[in-house]
């Protein structure tokens, strides 16, 4: 090759690298991105004066975006889901729920839309799906809720066991319509230790069985029920408001229950569900849940005070996978026996 031929290839080369550059920086994200905007289907089984306040958060933040609630409870939630998948139309954008194995079942259906949030990398990995087709939004925990009128300090039941001594003055809410005591149903049937035994004992000294966790805990306050399976949150919030009721984290183990976000895999919104999401695993919107008495997913905003650090509980291990899978079977049984 010639000199003027070297030097005529390398201006060609030089030309193309400077094009592909100005090309590159037009589509850079330097821009600002695009605002969010229209409606967000929304379906979700967290209470409402949880759920609510994010959302007005969220959109004045927010305010070409507008939030379309579906409020139901966990199982009535899970119904109409499964119904849309049937029909082949899951119209929610965004979900959250308290169920984790709703959130696998979908994703092995191919209903979910992976999505990797870049609030994620504050949250730790066991709260997050590692395909990024859901990740926590809240962590709360079960254990033993109790009226401090009818039970004495030294007379608070410290295990699963002396809850069951309470006999009728003790209350659960039901497996088959809160996602919370089905998971709880789920953790105690695979413990050696307590088992289905725990549920047939439970059935024979009379303890009761209502239908949902804002029912049980009427009951406890009210005085109808001296101890109750309580929710961490739910107890803290009660008592800030004057309550006669303490929360104790049972010494052989609570339910530590994270609550997914999923979005939907036909979400029509897809960019407004991301906003809503990372707005829901923000410092903001986390800070939003602590002031109401949850514990954060993130590692960076402080739990509520006077409640431990997830470090410091002890957790009963519940196998989200296998439950998944026998969902239907655990329902049946415990139907069989309340």
Known sequence: MTIRALLHSLALVTTCLLLAAISA???????????????????????????????????????????????????????????????GNLRADLIWAANPALFLNLKNAGWLMPYESPQAAAIPDLLKDPDHMFIAGRVHNMGIGYNTRLVASDKVPQTWAEFLEWGPKAALASPLHSGTNFNMLGAFVTNEDIGWEWFEKARKNGVKVVRGTGDVT???????????????YIMAGQASEGAPVAFVFPKDGVLSLPSPIAIGRNARNPEGAKAFLDFIISKEGQQVLVDRHFLPVRTDVAPPPGLPSPSEIKALDVDFDWMAEHGSELRERFATIY
Not at 41 to 65: A, C, K, N
Not at 218 to 232: C, M, N, T, Y
């Open 25 to 87: 920086s037009a589509q850079s994200p330097t821009q600002p991105p695009k605002q969010p905007s229209g409606t967000v289907t929304f379906y979700s089984s967290m209470v409402l004066d949880v759920v609510e306040p994010i959302i007005q958060e969220f959109e004045s933040r927010h305010p070409g975006v507008k939030i379309d609630l579906l409020y139901s409870g966990s199982v009535e939630l899970e119904q109409r889901i499964f119904a849309e998948i049937e029909a």
């Open 218 to 232: 009427r009951g406890l306050v009210s005085g109808e029920f001296a101890v109750i399976k309580g929710i961490d």
